[in-house]
């Protein structure tokens, strides 16, 4: 059985180095569907609960929301950084208060603090799917991911490794490597 959750990213980017429209920088409205696959919980009667993959997957995914995200060649990013130096901002404000930790994978990089992130590849559909997965591929059992964004859609499928993920009986989470729940205290026997 699965449980699916969505979640909405505004974001701007460009296509470097494509000949077309998206060549420019511009702005989207993208619509990210994450699917959880596994046995029901029992204790919950539920596979995991959907307020819970949000939150899990909002933790690093708002470092895309509100953010530019450039490819790691773009001429604009030394451009950009250079103006946020400038302006005083590349190292954040207290006013930047809707961002994730900072990370760093073979897919991309974030920079929260200046609501900055660089990725290998070109932001994609397809690759907006491949860095989600990247991301959360340890901490929620993932059998498919769509992500809309204007008029472009992708999906990809994903074998699940059920139940390599411990859960809390209590209130259907993920336990933390010490066995213990981060929402409710249950402590593994």
């Known amino acids: 059985m699965k449980s699916v959750a969505t979640l909405e990213l505004q974001y701007a980017h460009r296509f470097y180095d494509f000949k077309g429209e998206a060549q420019y ?19 919950v009667n539920m596979v995991f609960p959907c307020n819970e993959i949000k939150k899990t997957a909002w933790e690093l995914l708002q470092n895309f929301d509100h953010a530019l995200i450039l490819r790691e060649d773009d001429p604009l990013l030394p451009v950009v950084l250079e103006v946020y130096e400038k302006q005083g901002i590349k190292n954040g404000v207290p006013t930047n208060q809707m961002k994730g930790p900072a990370f760093k994978t073979e897919l991309a990089t974030a920079y ?25 591929k340890d901490k929620l059992n993932i059998s498919k991911i769509t992500f809309v964004s204007g008029v472009n859609t992708a999906t990809e499928e994903y074998q699940v490794r059920k139940n ?18 981060p929402k409710c205290g249950y402590k593994k026997q």
């Open 25 to 43: 920088l511009h702005g989207h409205s993208g619509i990210l569907t994450i699917e959880v696959e596994d046995t029901i919980n029992k204790g």
């Open 112 to 136: 929260p603090d200046c609501r900055l992130v660089v990725t290998k590849e070109t932001m994609t559909t397809e690759g907006m799917i491949d860095i989600v997965y990247d991301l959360l």
């Open 164 to 181: 390599l993920i411990e859960r809390c009986p209590l209130c259907g989470i993920s336990l933390a490597k010490n066995g213990v729940c």
